[in-house]
């Protein structure tokens, strides 16, 4: 079992693989799913000197333990379920329950409640079902905002909402009308 600080480095090292630069690592990832082999991703760790003795129990214990669900298994099959800013990863469309979050900070907010969410350097805006990974994704920037998304309305209007798994959504953008603070904040709430 690894201490949890190297989980927490091996997390972000698999990050960078999975998400942002594969092809640094000579990795290509199925452009479906953004998927590679486990074995594919323990070659590129037996060859980084700092990384060579990772075993497949550790990356699997990274991916259970990991807070934020970046990351799941299926077979034998590993792929970051989000945040990619290589090739795009496609993901099925589907009815998003009626109220999604997305963590941000006091300095943010009001450019959101203005202009709506916008992936910026992702692919795509990451929204929670839940309080707690909108939580998670938020606080490290600052004063946490929770922003809540009416999904009806938005949906509604053209918004397509993409489920990437274990609470975790997605979306091209949210204009900002769909966008509330989601507390009594003197941030305005919804733009009318």
């Known amino acids: 079992m690894l201490q949890d600080n190297m989980q927490t480095k091996l997390s972000k090292f698999m990050s960078k693989i999975l998400r942002h630069s594969p092809e640094e690592f000579g990795l290509s990832l199925d452009p479906t799913d953004g998927s590679c082999t486990v074995a594919e991703l323990m070659e590129v760790f037996r060859v980084q000197t700092k ?3 990772i075993s497949e129990s550790d990356v699997k214990e990274v991916v ?3 807070e934020k669900q970046r990351f799941e298994i299926i077979g034998d099959r590993i792929r970051a379920r989000y945040g990619h800013s290589h090739d795009k990863v496609s993901y099925p469309a589907a009815i998003p329950p009626n109220v999604l979050y997305h963590g941000t900070n006091v300095q943010a907010a ?3 409640l203005e202009q709506g969410l916008r992936s910026m350097h992702r692919q795509y805006v990451h929204l929670s079902e839940g309080l ?6 938020g ?8 922003v809540a998304i009416d999904t009806e309305k938005a949906s509604q209007a053209g918004v397509v909402f993409y489920y990437a798994g274990n609470e975790v ?3 091209d953008a949210v204009p900002a009308e769909f966008c509330r ?6 941030v305005v709430q919804y733009h009318e």
């Open 51 to 53: 990384w060579s003795k």
């Open 64 to 66: 259970a333990r990991c």
């Open 110 to 112: 009001p450019t959101i």
């Open 132 to 137: 707690h990974f909108a939580t998670l994704a």
């Open 139 to 146: 606080k490290r920037r600052g004063e946490l905002i929770i």
């Open 169 to 171: 959504w997605l979306a």
């Open 181 to 186: 603070v989601n507390d009594n904040s003197e």
